[in-house]
């Protein structure tokens, strides 16, 4: 069983940056497709970004495409999301999900097929 855990949140101003981790334990994260989800308090849970085994693939909503990254470091068990450009509406708990996959270059947006998620960090971005 993968443990996740994420850190890197904070306050930052409109138009700053941070940068999100979320660390694995318990498990090869090579062996797993990776997402980022946020929930703002209210709403449902979205997803935010995700990546293949390989790292190879990458998929974003348009609400983040081309402010947000993410990225992969199986070596060190680790996935990151660079968020820059932060406006106020990406203020929410951000949550990393592990999804186990046979295939190198399978991801997903689908919450629901994620196996593994951590327990959260809070972005939260003034105006």
């Known amino acids: 069983q993968v443990h996740l855990v994420e850190s890197g949140g904070g306050l930052v101003q409109a138009g700053g940056s941070l940068r999100l981790s979320c660390a694995a334990s318990?498990?090869?994260?090579?062996?797993?497709?990776m997402g980022w989800f946020r929930q703002a308090p209210g709403k449902e849970r979205e997803f935010v970004a995700s990546?293949?085994?390989?790292?190879?693939?990458?998929y974003y909503p348009d609400s983040v495409k081309g402010r947000f990254t993410i990225s992969r470091d199986n070596a060190k068990n680790t996935v990151y999301l660079q968020m820059n450009s932060l406006k106020p509406e990406d203020t929410a708990v951000y949550y990393c999900?592990?999804?186990?996959?046979?295939?190198?270059?399978?991801?997903?947006?689908?919450?629901?097929?994620?196996?593994?998620w951590g327990q959260g960090t809070q972005v939260t971005v003034s105006s």
């Open positions: 990546i293949s085994r390989s790292g190879g693939n990458t």
């Open positions: 999900a592990a999804l186990f996959t046979s295939s190198s270059y399978y991801f997903t947006n689908n919450r629901d097929e994620y196996d593994y």
């Open positions: 318990g498990g090869t994260l090579s062996n797993y497709a």
